[in-house]
């Protein structure tokens, strides 16, 4: 009620989850934990990279040289 930067809904979080529900519903499922592991994180990374709205094509590229995007922390 004070603090407008805090969004009013929960709908960030649930999209986020979203493309994992559809990945596992096109698949069927992961072949394995380590396959379910790398696409979360691949997906968390794109995610955070949006919403601190940079480029994501430029971030995965910075991240294959070994300097990936890294969030500053909050304030």
């Known amino acids: 009620m004070h603090d407008f930067c ?3 809904d929960n709908n960030q979080g649930e ?3 979203r493309m994992i529900k559809v990945k596992q519903k096109v698949s069927g499922t992961f072949r394995s934990d380590d396959g379910a ?3 979360c994180r691949i997906r968390g990374y794109i995610s955070t ?7 994501v094509i ?3 590229q ?3 040289k070994g300097t ?3 969030p500053l922390g909050s304030h």
């Open 15 to 17: 999209r986020d989850v």
């Open 68 to 70: 990936p995007f890294i």
């Open 49 to 55: 990279v949006r919403k601190h709205s940079r480029n």
């Open 62 to 64: 910075i991240a294959f």
């Open 37 to 39: 592991d790398a696409f």
């Open 58 to 60: 430029d971030a995965i």
């Open 6 to 8: 805090v969004p009013f």
